[in-house]
T-cell receptor, first 113, second 114 residues
Framework: GENVEQHPSTLSVQEGDSAVIKCTYS??????FPWYKQELGKRPQLIID?????GEKKDQRIAVTLNKTAKHFSLHITETQPEDSAVYFCAASEQYGNNRLAFGKGNQVVVIP | NAGVTQTPKFQVLKTGQSMTLQCAQDMNHNSMYWYRQDPGMGLRLIYYSASEGTTDKGEVPNGYNVSRLNKREFSLRLESAAPSQTSVYFCASNLSDRGSYEQYFGPGTRLTVT
């Protein structure tokens, strides 16, 4: 099955700086790549996603880029704010249908005021 | 719309006790999922139901059973709880139309087994 890895596990940034989290996946047939944000004690919530026919997608201060050849995709957060502090999970669609997602282990992002 | 709801929010069990975690969605979604979340382990799929009347094992199914009661409801049962099942459990649902992968999560159930 699909194997998704995230790096780094923890990232600390100064408020106003940019943060970048990278994920790698193993299955070249995966075609959907979401990013979820989970605040402490809350449920994961989708913040942005990208499909394999697109190289980049932006939504205000967040963007996701996809490199299908290298099988990695990245989350970019610009002008970080304290409310961006959370755990971020990436995921990739499983090949064999049923709309399953394989999740990475998560990245803790800490924005230092 | 309430989205995805889960009960209970918290539960403490003793080893060997049984319980059922309830999940319901009001978005007319076809697929439903149960995950467990442990520190540093991300979200691991326990069971899922691609459509009403079907269920399949995920990555970590041992010690659990599920029931897709109808299109709205998907329950997770622990027949004989073990300390290793201490975790936060999330239910999720997905429309499951062609190309629709977005999963919506419930608020979670925090389970402690002593």
């Amino acid at each position: 099955g699909e194997n998704v890895e995230q790096h780094p596990s923890t990232l600390s940034v100064q408020e106003g700086d940019s943060a970048v989290i990278k994920c790698t996946y193993s299955d070249s047939a995966s075609n959907y790549f979401p990013w979820y944000k989970q605040e402490l004690g809350k449920r994961p919530q989708l913040i942005i996603d990208i499909r394999s026919n697109v190289g980049e997608k932006k939504d205000q201060r967040i963007a996701v880029t996809l490199n299908k050849t290298a099988k990695h995709f990245s989350l970019h957060i610009t002008e970080t704010q304290p409310e961006d502090s959370a755990v971020y999970f990436c995921a990739a669609s499983e090949q064999y249908g049923n709309n399953r997602l394989a999740f990475g282990k998560g990245n803790q992002v800490v924005v230092i005021p | 719309n309430a989205g995805v709801t889960q009960t209970p929010k918290f539960q403490v069990l003793k080893t060997g006790q049984s319980m059922t975690l309830q999940c319901a969605q009001d978005m007319n979604h076809n697929s439903m999922y149960w995950y467990r979340q442990d520190p540093g382990m991300g979200l691991r799929l326990i069971y899922y139901s691609a459509s009403e009347g079907t269920t399949d094992k995920g990555e970590v199914p041992n010690g659990y059973n599920v029931s897709r009661l109808n299109k709205r409801e998907f329950s997770l049962r622990l027949e004989s709880a073990a300390p290793s099942q201490t975790s936060v459990y999330f239910c999720a649902s997905n429309l499951s139309d062609r190309g629709s992968y977005e999963q919506y999560f419930g608020p979670g159930t925090r389970l402690t087994v002593t």
